[in-house]
């Protein structure tokens, strides 16, 4: 099952555990609601010319695999994980 939302994410810089290099298509974190211990495979919608470089903000829509076992509402919040380390957090702007 999928779930598709829109999200304010802040991606942290390498000062602050982030990533040290960009990213663009193909991008897919793992996703953890504030409110659970549970993980969550997402896949991000970035047009195929866009480049994201740690310490951006932005806002976009992403798919969350798997059925959330919290209730999913506008302004949960989120940290993204790649591996053991967090690269940024978010918050659920819109649940589309």
Same mark, same amino acid.
């Given at each position: 099952?999928?779930?598709?939302?829109?999200?304010?994410?802040?991606?942290?810089?390498?000062?602050?555990?982030?990533?040290?290099?960009?990213?663009?298509?193909?991008?897919?974190?793992?996703?953890?609601?504030?409110?659970?211990?549970? +993980?969550?495979?997402?896949?991000?919608?970035?047009?195929? #010319?866009?480049?994201? *470089?740690? &310490? @951006?903000q !932005?806002?976009?829509?992403?798919?969350?695999?798997? +059925?959330?076992?919290?209730?999913?509402?506008?302004?949960? #919040?989120?940290?993204? *994980?790649? &591996? @053991?380390? !967090?690269?940024?957090?978010?918050?659920?702007?819109?649940?589309?």
């Open positions: 099952m999928l779930f598709e939302i829109s999200a304010q994410i802040n991606f942290l810089d390498s000062k602050h555990g982030g990533r040290n290099v960009p990213f663009g298509q193909g991008f897919s974190p793992k996703l953890k609601f504030n409110t659970s211990n549970l +993980e969550y495979f997402t896949e991000f919608n970035i047009e195929e #010319s866009a480049i994201i *470089f740690p &310490g @951006d !932005i806002k976009i829509e992403l798919k969350i695999k798997g +059925e959330p076992s919290i209730f999913l509402h506008k302004g949960a #919040s989120f940290d993204l *994980f790649e &591996g @053991d380390k !967090i690269i940024g957090n978010g918050t659920v702007m819109e649940i589309l």
